[in-house]
């Protein structure tokens, strides 16, 4: 038997037991994860731009029967906050007001008190060990994820270097990211959204076109960057360029749509009536 295995961008990434190594999520998507042992932690990280009010769900599909498994729910960091999700359930969420920037949770197993046998109160970890759970943060400033993702430059900001990139669609933007549709004017992006120009001591001067829309002929879809340099030393305004073509580089590229062409009907041929040779009467 044969079988294949693909990487869910939207399930916890282990190890994420602590701050530290949490699971970066963006919000108003939906992600999944499962406890695998009552000493089991599952931490995540979303961002935000700005201030808002966030909304974290803990979910899951189908009902357990013991009320003493779930899940505890814990907001990470200056405000603190904790639910409890008993299996029995299909969910509970957590609301709170947040401000800009990274923001950590945590998902572990519920906390019950038990009786030994000597009377003494323990509190003992159980949760429903294996069985998935879905969590969404949601958050009214955060746009919601594209069904598409079509061509569209955005702008999104590392949340750990706080550097900021371009990238052709929002699909593009790496998990955990804070973005933008429009480009910062305090933050240098990186690669420029501008075309530039830059000269060596030798006087060849080298065109950079960070994204370049091209189509071709039947209709596919590029976008390219493009360097190029010119080809008359020390001249400016430069007039005359030459594609590097080792340095092209495609950023995107979206194949034409083919649309079936219905042949041209075929005429059915005229027939031409036959022409009557006239009968000439001889008379004596």
């Known amino acids: 038997m044969l079988g294949s295995w693909k990487e869910d961008t939207h399930y916890e990434k282990q190890p994420n037991n602590d701050p530290e190594h949490a699971t970066a999520i963006k919000a108003n998507e939906v992600y999944y994860g499962n406890l695998s042992s009552v000493d089991d932690i599952d931490s995540y990280q979303f961002s935000l731009q700005v201030p808002d009010l966030v909304t974290i769900n803990l979910t899951q599909t189908i009902p357990g029967a013991d009320s003493t498994l779930g899940w ?34 945590s998902v572990s197993p519920l906390l019950q008190e ?82 530039t120009y830059k000269t060596t001591a030798e006087g060849v001067g080298t065109l950079q076109i960070p994204l370049l829309d091209y189509t071709d002929e039947i ?4 976008v390219l960057r493009v360097d190029m340099q010119n080809a008359v030393p020390f001249a400016f305004p430069p007039s005359q360029f030459q594609v590097l073509m080792d340095k092209l580089k ?13 042949p041209p009907p075929v005429e059915a041929p005229v027939e031409t009536p036959p022409v009557e040779t006239p009968v000439e009467i001889l008379t004596p």
């Open 114 to 195: 038990v009786q030994d046998t000597e009377g003494q109160i323990l509190v003992e970890k159980k949760a429903p060990l294996g069985r998935s759970y879905q969590i969404q943060v949601q958050a009214a400033s955060v746009p919601p994820p594209a069904v598409e993702c079509p061509f569209g430059y955005t702008y999104a900001q590392n949340p750990q270097t706080l550097h900021w990139g371009i990238f052709p669609t929002p699909c593009d933007i790496p998990v955990g990211w804070i973005s933008s549709s429009t480009a910062p004017t305090d933050y240098e992006v990186c690669p420029s959204p501008h075309a």
């Open 72 to 105: 505890q729910l814990s907001l990470i960091g200056q405000t603190q906050q904790t639910i409890e999700i008993p299996s029995t359930t299909l969910g509970n969420s957590l609301q709170v007001n947040l401000n800009a920037g990274t923001h950590y949770f």
């Open 250 to 262: 495609v950023i995107r590229f979206t194949q034409a749509e083919i649309q079936d062409i219905e």
């Open 219 to 222: 209709g596919n879809a590029y």
